[in-house]
């Protein structure tokens, strides 16, 4: 089980556990009914106190995740709410789930290239480009093109989540999201500590996003234009239908 970071653009320590315990129940890490072991276990080895632990389980104990039982202790419950920050962020480790972590490379204000598709009203945007984890293991980098009549963003309230970033310093909700998957040759830009070098050929992502911004009776427009480079010896793409 990976330790929750405690980097200036991490979540809150208790939702990166939350968010780590959904992804593995979403995934069939952790199965319906399964017990988890005991607090202090757990607590101990995530390197956080026991009751950060318990304000986690608290927190999914809400959405219909977790069972406390007096005297037995945590049941996992996979029919609950599993929404999380990351519920949008499709990629998994190779064995299910991991916690998604970003390091920020860069974030400029700039005109749009004209390579990228239509999104947004503004002929400038904000590119931001991330160095992506599943809990230790890097496995992607990506750039991130928002719209800049959808506001600026202040890398120093950015969180690893950009989604909880929008919705928190922004005001945007992201309502939804269309990915296009195949596969794309690494950028030149990619940092020496992701494994496979620039012009190899890995998994692609391109996805538009689109926030619940437009005047009523008008077209919604993406506001987000988004590409990611895998490594598939790494990671994997995963969609579950319900």
């Known amino acids: 089980m990976s330790q929750p970071q405690n980097s200036p653009h991490a979540l809150p320590i208790y939702v990166q556990i939350a968010e780590l315990l959904t992804r593995d129940i979403v995934s069939g890490r952790l199965i319906d009914g399964e017990r988890l072991r005991p607090e202090r276990e757990m607590a101990a080895e995530l390197g956080v106190s026991v009751g950060t632990l318990r304000k986690a389980l608290r927190d999914m104990g809400e959405k219909g995740l977790i069972e406390s039982v007096q005297g037995s202790g945590n049941y996992v419950r996979a029919g609950g709410d599993t929404g999380t920050v990351y519920a949008m962020f499709r990629l998994e480790l190779l064995e299910g789930g991991g916690l998604p972590r970003a390091q920020i490379l860069s974030l400029d204000h700039m005109d749009k290239p004209a390579d990228l598709p239509a ?95 437009s005047p009523s009776g008008t077209t919604p427009v993406p506001i987000e234009f988004s590409r990611t480079w895998f490594d598939p010896t790494r990671a994997v793409y995963v969609q579950r239908l319900k």
């Open 119 to 213: 999104f947004g009203t503004s002929s400038r945007a904000t590119r931001i480009r991330r160095l992506r984890s599943l809990n230790d293991t890097i496995m992607g980098v990506e750039e991130i093109w928002l719209d800049a009549d959808a506001g600026l963003i202040d890398p120093d309230k950015m969180s690893e989540s950009l989604y909880a970033t929008y919705r928190s310093v922004l005001g945007l909700w992201i309502q939804r999201a269309e990915d296009r998957v195949s596969l794309g040759s690494v950028p030149d830009w990619a940092p020496d500590a992701y494994a496979p070098r620039p012009g190899q050929t890995v998994g692609y992502i391109e996805r538009l996003s689109w926030a619940d911004t």
